[in-house]
């Protein structure tokens, strides 16, 4: 069975750092590229960001870039996402995704998700 | 970047009812658009790759079908369980952009 499990998610206020992470088990990690996507309270997805099968490709939206770092151990089978320079707008819950393809390519699509882990900044 | 509209963004409808939920995209991301569903609380659920193509699991009342930039999510007979919020998503080209969301209640 498939499993994705954040963990990492606190009440940080602003200007702070916080890391995400995500165990991933049941399938063959370093096959597949990885995501991040992230839901504000009562609002709709965003995807975050997204990182290959080797961590050789890394994408980001450009709400984010230039403050999250994503990263992968595939010998650890987690997915990580380094949170910097925090704002009361990335308050949300983040989720994990395993993608269909090994790359960052036009066609995939996310088969599994995580349950997610709440990010809230905050004073 | 890639922008998705999704209409219409709420609908009621009754069990039994066909359903249709429209996304658009402002270019052309040949079939590279997923269709997913969130009930409250809970993690969205794959249902349709790539336009067409029905996830294993996934009851065949679900369709999807493409026109240009013009996708398309039809429930043929709504049942209890599919009430949900639905969301497209062009896989097409970063940064992946998602549809604002269509609540069916």
């Known amino acids: 069975e498939i499993q994705l499990v954040e963990s990492g998610g606190d009440l940080v206020q602003p200007g702070r750092s916080l890391r995400l992470s995500c165990a991933a088990s049941?399938?063959?990690?370093?096959?597949?590229?990885m995501h991040w996507v992230r839901q504000a309270p009562g609002k709709g997805l965003e995807w975050v960001s997204g990182i290959s099968w080797n961590g050789g490709s890394v994408a980001y939206a450009d709400s984010v870039k230039g403050r999250f770092s994503i990263s992968r151990d595939n010998a650890q089978n987690s997915l990580h996402l380094q949170m910097n320079s925090l704002r009361p707008e990335d308050t949300a819950l983040f989720y994990c995704t395993k993608d269909i393809q090994a790359i960052l390519s036009p066609g995939g699509y996310f088969d599994y998700w995580g349950q997610g882990t709440l990010v809230t900044v905050s004073s | 970047d890639i922008q998705m509209t999704q209409s219409p963004s709420s609908l009621s409808a009754s069990v039994g009812d066909r359903v249709t939920i429209t996304c658009r995209a402002s270019?052309?991301?040949?079939?590279?658009l997923g269709w997913y569903q969130q009930k409250p609380g809970k993690a969205p659920k794959r249902l349709i790759s790539a336009a067409f193509s029905l996830q294993s699991g996934v009851p065949s009342r679900f369709s999807g079908s493409a026109s240009g930039t013009e996708f398309t999510l039809t429930i043929s007979s709504l049942q209890p369980e599919d009430f949900a919020t639905y969301y497209c998503?062009?896989?097409?080209?970063?940064?992946?952009?998602f549809g604002p969301g269509t609540k069916v209640d």
């Open positions: 998503l062009q896989h097409h080209s970063y940064p992946l952009t």
């Open positions: 049941g399938f063959t990690f370093d096959d597949y590229a």
């Open positions: 270019q052309g991301i040949r079939v590279d």
